[in-house]
């Protein structure tokens, strides 16, 4: 089985400024995956960034960027230079099957 | 169509009554996915299918819950005698390959409400 815990329900950021997620998890998979999912009023998610965690090397996309800590099963997403389109709820999603988390309600302040 | 698409976008149904829910996945892709998410909630995931196999069922909560995807491709769930604790949004994923790590892209979900 597969737990994902987001201890953030809700951050808020300034734009431009940079605010960063956490995310940690417990699955007994040796290889696997782990993704941040972005899920705007619209209902429809959207990946954000995915982590392979045989690689110790941090994914990074654009502005999206991971602290993958493997031995402490832990995920964060850091959000740099934020932008007012980057408000909605995000999700991590480690592993098998896309078990995610509760979310984290993330506003940006202009 | 480009994207995975649902259909119904909502649902209202009388306590008792059965709904079935389609999902369009992307042309060509192996891995379909169906959850379901509560308000405020993340979402729980319900059951996989590998092209039309369902390989795993595990997170249906109950046997009124019944998905086929008969031809590989479109898939239905169907809901049984439906419960106000089934009210949520159900939403459906697809994905390229069979290895289920792959990026996963989702539709803008069904909501159901049960009244």
């Known amino acids: 089985a597969q737990t994902v815990t987001q201890s953030q329900p809700e951050m808020s950021v300034q734009e431009a400024e940079t605010v960063t997620l956490s995310c940690t998890y417990d699955t007994s998979e040796s290889d696997y995956y782990l993704f941040w999912y972005k899920q705007p009023p619209s209902r429809q998610m959207i990946l954000v960034i995915r982590?392979?965690?045989?690689?110790?090397q941090n994914a990074t996309e654009n502005r999206f960027s991971v602290n993958f800590q493997k031995a402490a099963k832990s995920f964060s997403l850091k959000i740099s230079d934020s932008q007012l389109g980057d408000a909605a709820m995000y999700f991590c999603?480690?592993?098998?099957?896309?078990?995610f988390g509760k979310g984290t309600l993330l506003t940006v302040n202009p | 169509g480009a994207g995975v698409s649902q259909s119904p976008r909502y649902k209202v149904a009388k306590r008792g009554q059965d709904v079935a829910l389609r999902c369009d996945p992307i042309s060509g892709h192996v891995s379909l996915f169906w959850y379901q998410q509560a308000l405020g909630q993340g979402p729980e995931f319900l059951t996989y299918?590998?092209?039309?196999?369902?390989?795993?069922k595990s997170g249906l909560p109950s046997d009124r819950f019944f998905a086929e995807r008969p031809e590989g491709s479109v898939s239905t769930l169907k809901i049984q005698r439906t419960q106000q604790e089934d009210s949520a949004v159900y939403l459906c994923a697809s994905s390229l390959e069979a290895d289920v790590n792959t990026e996963a892209f989702f539709g803008q979900g069904t909501r159901l409400t049960v009244v």
């Open positions: 999603a480690p592993g098998l099957k896309l078990t």
């Open positions: 299918f590998q092209n039309e196999a369902q390989l795993d």
């Open positions: 982590q392979e965690a045989y690689k110790q």
